[in-house]
């Protein structure tokens, strides 16, 4: 995947420079290892800020929406299906946008890299499938397939689906793979028991909404948790409140959801947000058979009407 | 420890509506406990929480004048939440009210000193206060001259117009009425408040002061006219508005740069505001 | 002040005795890192941790806290008047706080405790409260704390400052409250001073990360109102509440009124400047719109608009939390050390 960088690089300063593009909206070097900060590059001459590697979880559709100018992104599997939403439901025009398409093997899992030791890691560096990780008086070289953002080892597109120009040559999409297999544990729990678990998941939920403004769906003029006339959710720390939060924006998700991970990467908490999110991807799959952003052509299915949609949920 | 955020209990003691369009109301509370309209002493020109229980507060600048006693009045608009349900309120009712709150016009400064009052739409609250309190018998000869310039869009939405009207007659307030368009009737200035101010307006100097509260459009185009008519920026005194919760300087939102709108505002100089960011 | 050395192995026995009269909390472990939680009897502290995630300020300034009550039933005879809630400020003690978090606490009180007002709730918290620190003898690389007018020993806000010193702690008491706790707890056993000063000049050697601030105070706030770095320091944040939430000394709060049936209460909750909520006018107008204008907002209030204000440094420890945190890796280190050499010529991105 650093592979990618050198090629990225000079797509976006030729496109610079051609005035093919106004903007290239990527990755630069974070302060913290693990970390890369998005970051808007206007001239030629400053690509070279631009960095790729298995630490650019963030999606930067999130940073496409209603921009007015002509802008290139960089795009993995993920946000290129969130691009294709975004272009669906008006957020921002195929014709301003420039893809350069970024085939994935995965993001890191910061969290899962700060659980192999007990202080603070200090450097974490790629080679391939080897991630090099030094911490105080600590160095250990892991497979990045153990330490993979969770949505990442399950991820079934990890080609991007639009593209104008590749930075890489596509990689083999993962087969076989159990999209589902927390969401059926979930599904398989007595109601009560269900309930005590999402209490134990939101407990440490500060109401911050990383994961809603780190979405690229969740882009609503005013969220409805922030409604005041009428005010519909409670502003305090109330568990209702916070667990109608939750829900609600994974409905609102519904059938847009690409499972990205930026939610989950984002909340500073370290919630499993994605536990709601997934069921209802999961639920457009085997109702719909539908996933969300592979197309241009169709609008998702809960915003479309059609005279076979399933009924069997309707009571 | 006193708890600032606790109102005094009040009561609506009458509700006058304010203007043709029935969107502003004049509220007139009396206090329910003993010695609580004592502790609430005010100067023109402060402001108050109106708070109602289960629905919120707001901040509303106070219309009444301190040399009136026995009551506070508010004019309120009808915009936003705790205001709709505001104006739906009955006589009678019993709600809370916090403060007084912000500083005030410089009232000490201005003792022997000019005074031109410009004032738009329905910000004209703690003018009137003001006004009242200057022209009251005990206060009137610390001043000298005072002019003032109140425009509105039409006779109607003109706040206390029977008040002004009176006080149009007096020959020790030089009063100055206009509506932005012709209207039958109409005996006073037609054009906008800002154009009038320019023809009527006495002149700047060490001993004169202005005060300017309207829509920012009004303020806008009101800062060149008095510039013109020769200002300076420190005897320029504006009031602002900004979106507020405590009152008290505590909650963070209302800040223009170091200062906060609720605690070291709302008045401040021209001069003043130069120095901090446009936020407001 | 007193120093005295306690024995780790008197350690639960003294907190043990602490138990009678004080509430106790402390950090301890949960969903992977640390926080603070009330101790139940016989439970300890977990003192292995770099720093919590979130800060103590939740002590004297909880997320959501009830100020005032009312009923809303037209029979009762005080239906809809404010009044105040019943509230315990009985003695408690937080054991093992940063200097951070404690320093942060008296950045914060300037705010809660002024001349012309006094908020109840945070003082009496405060009043309340005996805040025994914890020194931080293995700092992480993104504190910054002796640049920010703190430090791994500073005692500012503190009642105890406590050193681990292997099979022992040294405990300095800095206040009457301080001498007060150790009395409670038995602690007795006087231990040499110097051992402390020479592990704090230890701690502060380790503290790699710095910022500049001798220019902020200098810097027309226009001029740094209207630099033109903060777009580019703005792009990559999505306006989420992580570094308001996590730090020590963002103090904003939001005032609510929450009904149940003809009950209600109204309440402070955090808030963050970081939502376009925060300054929304009802008329739809926003002084602060856009992202980039509340980004400045968070760094001009810490580093320039505080300065300016009080004349008592950056409102910044230095804890790093909101570094750590951030989901897209903003760096208050590097936008303190932009402001702090911004020249109004300068034509930087």
């Given at each position: 995947m650093i592979g990618y960088i050198e090629k990225i690089k000079q797509i976006s300063e030729r496109l610079l420079k051609e005035g093919t593009v106004e903007s290239v909206v990527g990755f630069r070097k974070g302060s913290m290892p693990m970390m890369n900060e998005p970051c808007i590059v206007k001239r030629p001459d400053k690509v070279e800020a631009l960095v790729w590697d298995s630490n650019c979880g963030i999606n930067l559709t999130n940073y496409l929406t209603n921009r007015k100018d002509k802008i290139a992104v960089i795009a993995k599997g993920c946000d290129s299906r969130n691009i294709v939403t975004h272009i669906i439901e008006n957020k921002i025009k195929r014709d301003q946008l420039y893809i350069i398409g970024v085939p994935c093997k995965g993001m890191i899992d910061k969290r899962k890299v700060s659980g192999l030791a007990e202080g603070e890691i200090t450097s974490v560096s790629e080679d391939g499938d080897a991630i090099l990780v030094k911490g105080n008086g600590f160095e250990k070289t892991v497979r990045k397939s153990d330490i993979l953002q969770d949505n990442c080892a399950i991820c079934v597109h990890r080609n991007p689906v639009i593209y104008d120009e590749l930075a890489g040559d596509?990689?083999?999409?993962?087969?076989?793979?159990?999209?589902?297999?927390?969401?059926?544990?979930?599904?398989?729990?007595?109601?009560?028991?269900?309930?005590?678990?999402?209490?134990?998941?939101?407990?440490?939920?500060?109401?911050?909404?990383?994961?809603?403004?780190?979405?690229?769906?969740?882009?609503?003029?005013?969220?409805?948790?922030?409604?005041?006339?009428?005010?519909?959710?409670?502003?305090?720390?109330?568990?209702?409140?916070?667990?109608?939060?939750?829900?609600?924006?994974?409905?609102h998700c519904a059938g847009r959801c690409t499972d990205c991970g930026a939610c989950e990467r984002a909340c500073p908490q370290g919630i499993n947000v994605r536990q709601f999110t997934k069921k209802l991807e999961k639920d457009c799959l085997e109702l719909f058979g539908w996933e969300a952003g592979m197309t241009l052509d169709e609008r998702p299915p809960l915003d479309t009407f059609k005279a076979d949609d399933p009924e069997a949920f309707i009571k | 420890m006193n708890n600032p955020y606790l109102p005094y209990p009040v009561r609506i003691d009458d509700i006058e509506i304010a203007t043709e369009d029935k969107s502003l109301r004049t509220f007139k509370f009396v206090f329910l406990n003993e010695g609580d309209e004592e502790k609430f002493a005010y100067k023109a020109g402060q402001f108050a929480e109106l708070s109602i229980p289960g629905v919120g507060e707001i901040p509303i600048g106070i219309a009444s004048s301190p040399v009136e006693k026995g009551f506070v009045k508010f004019t309120v608009f009808k915009a936003g939440k705790v205001t709709s349900h505001l104006h739906n309120m009955k006589v009678g009712d019993v709600m809370g009210l916090r403060g007084p709150l912000g500083n005030w016009y410089p009232w000490d400064k201005?003792?022997?000193?000019?005074?031109?009052?410009?004032?738009?739409?329905?910000?004209?609250?703690?003018?009137?206060?003001?006004?009242?309190?200057?022209?009251?018998?005990?206060?009137?000869?610390?001043?000298?001259?005072?002019?003032?310039?109140?425009?509105?869009?039409?006779?109607?939405?003109?706040?206390?117009?029977?008040?002004?009207?009176?006080?149009?007659?007096?020959?020790?307030?030089?009063?100055?009425?206009?509506?932005?368009?012709?209207?039958?009737?109409?005996?006073?200035?037609?054009?906008?408040?800002?154009?009038?101010?320019?023809?009527?307006?006495?002149?700047?100097?060490?001993?004169?002061?202005?005060?300017?509260?309207?829509?920012?459009?009004?303020?806008?185009f009101t800062l060149p006219v008095l510039e013109k008519l020769g200002y300076a920026k420190d005897h320029i005194i504006l009031s602002l508005e900004n979106r507020m919760k405590c009152g008290i300087g505590m909650c963070g939102r209302c800040n223009i740069g170091r200062e906060l709108v609720c605690k070291d505002g709302p008045v401040f100089t021209l001069e003043e505001l130069n120095l901090t960011p446009k936020e407001y | 002040m007193k120093i005295v050395k306690i024995n780790k192995k008197n350690w639960a026995e003294g907190l043990d005795s602490l138990a009678g009269s004080y509430s106790l909390s402390g950090p301890v472990k949960e969903n992977g890192y640390h926080n603070f939680k009330k101790l139940n009897k016989g439970e300890l502290p977990d003192f292995d941790f770099l720093n919590t995630k979130l800060s103590s300020k939740s002590f004297v300034f909880p997320q959501s806290e009830v100020m005032l009550e009312y009923s809303l039933d037209e029979t009762a005879d005080d239906h809809h008047i404010m009044k105040e809630v019943k509230k315990d400020y009985s003695k408690r003690a937080v054991v093992g706080m940063r200097p951070c978090d404690a320093k942060a606490l008296m950045l914060v009180k300037m705010n809660f405790d002024t001349a012309d007002y006094q908020d109840p709730y945070w003082l009496n918290a405060f009043n309340a409260t005996t805040f025994v620190g914890l020194a931080c003898d293995n700092p992480e690389s993104t504190c910054f704390c002796?640049?920010?007018?703190?430090?791994?020993?500073?005692?500012?806000?503190?009642?105890?400052?406590?050193?681990?010193?292997?099979?022992?702690?040294?405990?300095?008491?800095?206040?009457?409250?301080?001498?007060?706790?150790?009395?409670?707890?038995?602690?007795?056993?006087?231990?040499?001073?110097?051992?402390?000063?020479?592990?704090?000049?230890?701690?502060?050697?380790?503290?790699?990360?710095?910022?500049?601030?001798?220019?902020?105070?200098?810097?027309?706030?226009?001029?740094?109102?209207?630099?033109?770095?903060?777009?580019?320091?703005?792009f990559a944040c999505i306006n989420c509440g992580t570094c308001t939430y996590a730090c020590p000394t963002c103090w904003c709060f939001d005032i609510q009124d929450e009904t149940k049936g003809n009950k209600g209460i109204r309440?402070?909750?955090?808030?963050?400047?970081?939502?376009?909520?925060?300054?929304?006018?009802?008329?739809?107008?926003?002084?602060?719109?856009?992202?980039?204008?509340?980004?400045?907002?968070?760094?001009?209030?810490?580093?320039?608009?505080?300065?300016?204000?009080?004349?008592?440094?950056?409102?910044?420890?230095?804890?790093?939390?909101?570094?750590?945190?951030?989901?897209?890796?903003?760096?208050?280190?590097?936008?303190?050390?932009?402001?702090?050499?911004?020249?109004?010529?300068?034509?930087?991105?």
């Open positions: 596509l990689v083999e999409e993962q087969k076989d793979v159990n999209r589902y297999e927390d969401i059926e544990k979930i599904e398989a729990m007595a109601p009560a028991e269900k309930w005590a678990y999402f209490e134990e998941l939101l407990s440490p939920c500060t109401r911050c909404y990383a994961c809603r403004n780190a979405c690229p769906l969740c882009y609503c003029p005013t969220c409805f948790v922030d409604e005041s006339k009428p005010q519909w959710v409670g502003k305090s720390q109330n568990d209702m409140d916070i667990r109608t939060f939750h829900f609600l924006r994974a409905y | 201005l003792e022997g000193k000019n005074v031109f009052i410009i004032g738009g739409g329905f910000a004209f609250t703690t003018l009137r206060s003001s006004i009242k309190y200057m022209l009251d018998p005990a206060n009137r000869a610390k001043f000298g001259g005072i002019h003032m310039v109140y425009g509105a869009r039409s006779p109607g939405m003109i706040l206390y117009r029977d008040e002004l009207i009176e006080w149009e007659k007096r020959d020790d307030i030089n009063i100055h009425l206009t509506i932005d368009r012709e209207a039958p009737n109409w005996d006073y200035h037609v054009g906008l408040g800002p154009n009038i101010a320019e023809k009527v307006g006495p002149p700047g100097n060490d001993d004169t002061y202005a005060i300017a509260c309207g829509p920012p459009i009004m303020i806008k | 002796t640049s920010a007018g703190c430090g791994p020993y500073h005692e500012d806000g503190l009642d105890v400052l406590l050193s681990d010193a292997g099979d022992h702690y040294i405990a300095k008491a800095l206040t009457q409250k301080g001498e007060e706790l150790l009395s409670a707890a038995k602690w007795q056993e006087s231990a040499d001073a110097s051992v402390m000063d020479k592990k704090k000049a230890e701690a502060e050697a380790q503290i790699a990360s710095t910022v500049k601030t001798d220019q902020l105070k200098k810097k027309a706030t226009l001029d740094l109102h209207s630099a033109s770095f903060w777009d580019d320091i703005a309440m402070k909750n955090w808030d963050t400047c970081m939502s376009p909520l925060f300054t929304l006018h009802t008329t739809g107008h926003n002084p602060r719109g856009d992202k980039t204008q509340r980004v400045r907002q968070r760094f001009m209030h810490k580093l320039k608009y505080f300065v300016d204000k009080y004349d008592k440094g950056i409102m910044c420890v230095g804890c790093g939390r909101c570094i750590r945190q951030c989901p897209v890796n903003i760096d208050i280190r590097s936008i303190c050390d932009k402001m702090n050499r911004y020249e109004p010529a300068e034509q930087s991105e």
